[in-house]
């Protein structure tokens, strides 16, 4: 194992910016999730340098998915030890992000925290993130909606596709509300034609919020739930790993599917003196109806400058669409994805869990 020195720049103890004849200070950390392609993960991490002057950045990475030798990686990155197994769904992605916000805020006490996966890049340049988290009102940019029975909340956007179309809904509220009481195995066309054992668990729930009430005595009053990646300043990061209701959300949890759309969603929207945008600056695109956004490519660039997005997902590992937005967005050089150090970092098999 290799011993990393870690220290934090200059540049990176804080992002200065003028407005309004005044002197704004604003210092910003990155979370990153990751658990393959460490070369991408790299390719991240270098852009992030070369935009914000090596911002301090924490990577919770899953050594037991994927090898990765910490030694190419740059002395701003700090990595979360021991690990925790994660995989895409499981309660453990959401508390490896808790992780790396405790690890981030005991080493670098950023005023913001962004939370990124390894399949993430930036869209926008540094001034304009800066300039957005300088001067926002929110403590939180957190994509969020109340997940109700038979209803779609007021002021629902996005309803297309994503975590707005009403179906979605629906399958939170069995998720992350109602009661599963038994199942059936049922036959599954795709994994019939995938070759893999072709049933699937089929639930009946209890869904009726009358009854509910009576059998969940620790279920939160409200739950909120959307797409997994934030960005929050430190008031609101210390409410997640502070709060003293914390706990006993988490034991709710712990027993539901998909806890990552969910669990951050419903301890910071149910702080009444948090202030909550919507909008969490995250370009996805979720049009093809499925499990996970569709991979980017050159062509949807236009489409996420005018989304006003700080970043995207998700990128595929080769890098093409990165290095095209490096040389037409963003304005860095020498990111290159093959050749040099990039190149002997293995990288593993599968496809990405988050």
């Known amino acids: 194992m290799c011993c990393l020195a870690f220290w934090w720049g200059p540049a ?119 300039g957005d988290l ?6 939180a940019y957190l994509d969020n909606r109340e997940i109700l029975y038979h209803a779609v909340p007021s002021g629902q956007t996005a309803q297309d596709w994503g975590f707005g179309r009403p179906s979605w809904i629906s399958l939170a509220y069995d998720r992350y509300c109602a009661v ?15 070759g893999a054992f072709p ?35 430190e008031r609101a990061i210390d409410r997640l790993l502070t709060d003293p209701a914390v706990p006993r959300v988490l034991a709710y949890y712990e027993r539901r599917r998909n806890v990552d759309e969910s669990l951050f969603h419903t301890v910071l929207c149910s702080q009444p003196d948090l202030r909550i945008c919507k909008d969490n600056k995250r370009y996805e695109d ?21 989304s006003g997005a700080h970043f995207a997902r998700k990128f595929r590992p080769d890098g093409v669409v990165q290095e095209f937005i490096d040389q037409t967005v963003l304005g860095i050089k020498g990111n290159v994805w093959t050749g040099g150090s990039l190149a002997r970092i293995p990288t593993s098999r599968g496809e990405a869990r988050y």
């Open 134 to 139: 300088a001067n926002s009102n929110y403590d």
């Open 286 to 306: 979720w049009s093809r109806d499925g499990k996970h956004p569709k991979w980017l490519e050159i062509s949807d660039v236009p489409k996420i400058l005018a």
């Open 12 to 130: 990176s103890r804080v992002l200065r910016m003028e407005h309004s004849k005044r002197r704004m200070f604003v210092k910003i950390g990155f979370a990153v999730l990751s658990h393959n392609e460490p070369g991408q993960l790299l390719r991240l991490i270098r852009g992030l340098n070369a935009m914000f002057g090596d911002p301090p950045i924490v990577c919770h990475h899953d050594f037991g998915k994927c090898f990765l030798d910490e030694a190419f990686f740059p002395t701003n990155v700090r990595f979360v030890h021991p690990h925790m197994a994660t995989r895409w769904g499981h309660i453990n992605v959401p508390l490896a992000a808790l992780k790396a916000f405790r690890l981030l805020r005991q080493y670098a006490q950023p005023d913001w925290f962004v939370l990124l996966s390894g399949s993430d890049y930036p869209v926008r340049s540094a001034d304009a993130i800066i």
């Open 180 to 194: 599963p009481l038994f199942w059936w195995p049922r036959l599954s066309k795709t994994l019939l034609l995938s």
């Open 199 to 233: 049933f699937q668990r089929k639930y009946v729930f209890l869904r009726n919020p009358s009854i509910l009430r009576w059998v969940q005595s620790d279920r939160p009053s409200r739950i909120y739930g959307g797409a997994f990646w934030l960005q929050a300043n």
